[in-house]
């Protein structure tokens, strides 16, 4: 697959203008498409936690439904999240200039090699993948953040300084919730933040364009993510859905919140305890949707396995052991799937 020849593949927000239907290559087959009339809508599915109170006396409590939460949904909202309207605010409209861009300008970042640290591209891996997903996306490395702001757009010209105070408040929660997933689930509060060794921040910044057949295509097919955790910044334009008891359930975007997932490394760590759910994302006719993912990860010599604490007594070690770049590689090789990656790397036991 990964050496079939290909031409470079076209930005899809500089094709999709007056077209009345999805070109082929973008069309799923029949048994692999959104279903909308299965899509459950229900708002109150996935956990609202406010963490205002985290660093007071309602600590303990808010941890315990942060731990529920990844127990029992692998989702969940925050607000009270300590990032202020301003910063979300302007990262959403930088993005949306981002993308409004004239091709040419956007183009300067364009490159289809997954292991970039600073691209535009469209779609999943346009380099293996067989049907394409109706996204454009710039994905940046966002930590150390003076190691990579260098390798970032120019244009808008105030992109670095709008997408670095981002970072940095996105960075920010990332470490409180890993303080607090830690603790959930009775280790000590620094134990991911050592697991992940130096640490990296990737974000991605996904733009949906209208579509004109929303029901034969994905923005993005159902996947789990690859880091530890996944803190999800979207505009108010639907399109984020999540499985939950063999349903697909639609999230309806709440302002100033944002959203949390458990990703593949914390699944692993905690040896299976929390799960990293698989979600995706569905476009629509008449709307531009932009989201932006954090996805705070492992440094890529992390050695990532199940934590000591969590194998012991009844219960089994789910994983090898391994080197974060090892798993990181094969989820950019094989393509968003519904077996997620972390299948590789289990143990296998009677
Ligand atoms: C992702 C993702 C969801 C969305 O980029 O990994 O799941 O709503 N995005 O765009
Ligand atoms: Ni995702």
Known sequence: MASKLKQPQPLLSDLVSGMSSVPSNYIRPANDRPNFHEVVSFDGSIPLIDLQGLYGPKRSEIVKEIGLACLNYGFFQVSSHGISEAVINNMLDISRDFFHMPESERLKNYSDDPMKTMRLSTSFNVRTENVSSWRDYLRLHCHPLEDYIQEWPTNPPSFREVVGEYCRNARGLALRLLEAISESLGLEKDYID????????????????????????????????????????????PGLQV????????????????????????????????????????????????????????????????????????????????????????????????????????????
């Open 194 to 237: 050592k697991a992940l060794g130096k640490h990296g921040q990737h974000m991605a910044i996904n733009y949906y364009p209208p579509c004109p057949q929303p029901d034969l295509t994905y923005g993005l097919p159902g996947h789990s993510d690859p880091n530890a955790v996944t803190i999800l910044l979207q505009d108010d334009v």
């Open 243 to 350: 499985l939950r008891n063999g349903k697909w359930v639609a999230v309806s975007p709440i302002p100033s919140t944002f959203i949390v997932n458990i990703g593949d490394q914390i699944q692993v760590l905690s040896n299976d305890r929390y799960k990293s759910v698989l979600h995706r994302a569905v476009v629509n006719c008449d709307k531009e949707r932009i989201s932006i993912p954090t996805f705070y990860c492992p440094s890529p010599d992390a050695m990532i396995g199940p934590a000591p604490q969590l194998t012991d007594t009844d219960s089994f070690t789910h994983y090898r052991n391994f080197a974060y770049s090892e798993y990181y590689e094969k989820f950019w090789n094989r393509g968003l799937t519904t077996e997620t990656c972390s299948d590789l790397f289990k143990t296998s036991h009677p």
